[in-house]
């Protein structure tokens, strides 16, 4: 396995750190955060390459400054010890549903299910509505319909509308259960008007428990 391993300086773990890391390759915003940090990285390149980070400034714990790091990459921290990780894919939790849930809805039904509550989402904002821009997401659904992770593949070109539609794929909830065969992650593609196929802010939004 090809990687990477990185440490540098005293560990910080306990304490704060003050982090400005920019939007680049994930794997070079890792050589930051280790020497920042003082963290061991141990990184498959298989993993981080040809991924983005939308980058971390500000005072965090090590820990906190990772998650923020890591979010909209597809990618979690796996703790080694305190002051060492390696990155793996992340996976949909497995939740109970309580019982006498009512059942899913079929895999392409709950697709259209899934998009529609993500364009309510991007339509309640001017910076994410759709239309302007093309961006390619991934959404990992919980089996209770909470969204547990969301990845931004490819970038709109403007680093705060990227973050803005990381930010608006958090705890996204489809109101109903997810069916056990639906795959994982869902991918949506945005498109511009141009296109002519872009979503419609003026949809309705009652797609969804019927």
Known sequence: MAALCLLAGPVQAAGLVDLDIAPQELATALE?????????????HSLSSRRHTLGVQGLFTPAQGLNVLLSGTGLAAHYARADAFTLQPVQVREVPLPPGTAPGLSDSNYAAAIQ???????????LTRPGGYRAVLQVWIGRDGVAQHGRLVSSTGDVVRDRALVNSLQNLRIHRPAPSSLRQPVTLLLLPDSSGKSMECTAGEEVLGQ
Do not use: H
């Open 32 to 44: 930051q955060f280790s020497r920042a940090t003082g963290m061991a990285v141990l990184v498959d």
């Open 116 to 126: 529609a509550v993500i364009q309510r989402n991007l339509c309640q904002s001017s």
